[in-house]
């Protein structure tokens, strides 16, 4: 329980909890109650720790993805290279940078004007239900959202899709087929969370902002909900 994997865990199971925490009570809160409303300022703080938390669980993936690559790929230096300092290395990055990404987010919506509907079509603060009620230009916003938000994406998923493809070239060179299954099942968890927390992600949030629809709403309850409630299953199954 001192592995790499087992802290990464860890820490992806601290950003989960609070990944729910900010959306589920507020959203529970207002499925029961008559009164939907939140404040401006608790929408943008709401806003805010989202997607930190949720660029935390991106980021936590990626270093996962790192770590079993190591460790199929080259299992006799995996104590030196995943190392205590390294590991916390990858955490510090991996927190750092999504706090400072939701920051401009939450600085770019703050400068916007509202002055028309202020009800947001959503059960939670996100970034295109809030944009979508802005009287000013989000030019910005869109661009932001189209260049830096999807390079703070990518970059990640990229790192996990080579990773594994690097797993897959040296699992496929194993002779035995109970070598194989091993080393796939090793990943299996990993790769389960991948595809779930990703998968919804691009269908949300990579596409314009005039095209946002009730559709979103369902895929976002995968990425925020189902995600966060899955992963503790399917790790404890693996275990």
Known sequence: FHSPMYFLLSNLSFADIGYSTVIVPK???NFLSETKTISYAECLAQMYFFLAFGNIDSYLLAA??????VAICNPFHYVTVM???????????????????SLLYVLLVNRLTFCASNVIHHFFCD???VLKLACSSTFVNEVVA?????ASVVAPFACIII???RILIAVLSIPSAAGKRKAFSTCSSH??????????????????????????RIATIIYTVLTSMLNP??????N
């Not at 996962?64 to 690559?69: E, Q």
């Open 163 to 165: 990773s594994y493809l």
């Open 191 to 216: 790769l389960t969370v991948v595809t779930l927390f990703y998968g919804s992600i691009s269908y949300v949030y990579f596409q314009p902002l005039s095209s946002y629809t009730v559709k979103d």
């Open 83 to 101: 190392n205590h300092r390294r590991c916390l290395l990858l955490l510090a990055f991996s927190i750092a940078f999504p706090c400072l990404h």
């Open 27 to 29: 959203m529970l809160v």
């Open 233 to 238: 299953v399917i790790y404890s199954l693996r």
């Open 146 to 150: 189209m260049t830096e938000g999807l």
């Open 127 to 129: 970034v295109n239900p």
């Open 64 to 69: 996962m993805a790192i770590d079993r690559y």
